[in-house]
């Protein structure tokens, strides 16, 4: 990990994962941009009014028998609704992932190196998309989302804002997968999970709950 100083406040920004390029300023919420070991202002982060969600930084669990941790988040809003990606780090390797917590489900993914994710103009609810060696999907849904917040630190500029056309799709045996488009292609693959089964600590206090 390091710590580099946020150029509004002067506050310390921590990077735990080589991958982060982008991070929001947990003193003054000013997003920054990384460059090697200078941070960029390039923006302001507003706060949430009010959401409902158990998770938050610093929330551990378990997947596969690995531990990880949640370093970063963007929630993401489409017409009929909104869903998080929490940005998560092992453990042992320093491996990071993503636990998507959409509508009361869970899935943790991976980002994939797939050269032959075919165009979003030639895609529709039903087809089938493969994924070399992890197998056939097939697409449930397309949205166009945009960025409502981001905190911590992330893989990508997630300023509010940011907008992109997500893709998710449903296998054999629990497993998903969604592809995003936007500057860049980014397909990522994984498995959905119980709560219960992710082993959380640190989780988030709601009232009433």
Same mark, same amino acid.
């Given at each position: 990990?390091?710590?580099?100083?946020?150029?509004a406040?002067?506050?310390?920004?921590?990077?735990?994962? $080589? &991958?982060s390029?982008?991070?929001?300023?947990?003193?003054?919420?000013?997003?920054?941009?990384?460059?090697d070991?200078?941070l960029?202002?390039?923006? $302001?982060?507003?706060?949430?009014?009010?959401?409902?969600?158990?998770?938050?930084?610093?929330?551990?669990?378990?997947?596969?028998?690995?531990?990880?941790? #949640?370093?970063?988040?963007?929630?993401? &809003?489409?017409?009929?609704?909104f869903?998080?990606?929490? %940005?998560?780090i092992?453990?042992d390797?320093?491996?990071?992932?993503?636990? +998507?917590e959409?509508?009361?489900?869970?899935?943790m993914c991976?980002?994939?190196?797939?050269?032959?994710?075919? $165009?979003i103009?030639?895609?529709?609810?039903?087809? !089938?998309?493969?994924? /070399?060696?992890?197998?056939?999907?097939?697409?449930?849904?397309? =949205?166009?989302?945009?960025? #409502?917040?981001?905190?911590?630190?992330? /893989?990508?500029? &997630?300023?509010?804002?940011?907008?992109?056309?997500?893709?998710?799709l449903?296998?054999?045996?629990?497993k998903?997968?969604?592809?995003? %488009? +936007? !500057?860049t292609?980014?397909a990522?693959?994984?498995? %959905?999970?119980?709560?219960?089964?992710? $082993?959380f600590?640190?989780? =988030? =206090? #709601?009232?009433?709950?």
């Open positions: 990990m390091i710590e580099l100083s946020c150029p406040c002067g506050a310390p920004v921590a990077f735990r994962s $080589k &991958a390029v982008f991070a929001v300023c947990s003193f003054c919420k000013t997003t920054v941009v990384r460059h070991t200078d960029e202002a390039v923006g $302001k982060m507003a706060e949430l009014q009010y959401e409902l969600t158990p998770f938050q930084i610093g929330t551990s669990g378990v997947y596969g028998k690995r531990s990880f941790q #949640i370093i970063g988040r963007v929630k993401v &809003a489409y017409e009929d609704g869903w998080n990606e929490w %940005y998560t092992f453990g390797d320093g491996e990071t992932g993503w636990l +998507a959409a509508q009361g489900f869970l899935a991976f980002e994939i190196n797939d050269k032959s994710i075919p $165009k103009d030639v895609i529709r609810p039903g087809s !089938d998309v493969v994924m /070399p060696p992890h197998g056939h999907f097939q697409v449930e849904d397309i =949205r166009k989302v945009h960025c #409502i917040f981001s905190e911590g630190e992330l /893989p990508v500029n &997630a300023a509010q804002g940011r907008r992109s056309n997500s893709v998710d449903v296998g054999a045996n629990q998903m997968a969604t592809i995003e %488009y +936007a !500057d292609v980014r990522f693959v994984g498995t %959905y999970q119980d709560f219960d089964e992710f $082993k600590d640190n989780l =988030r =206090r #709601i009232d009433g709950w």
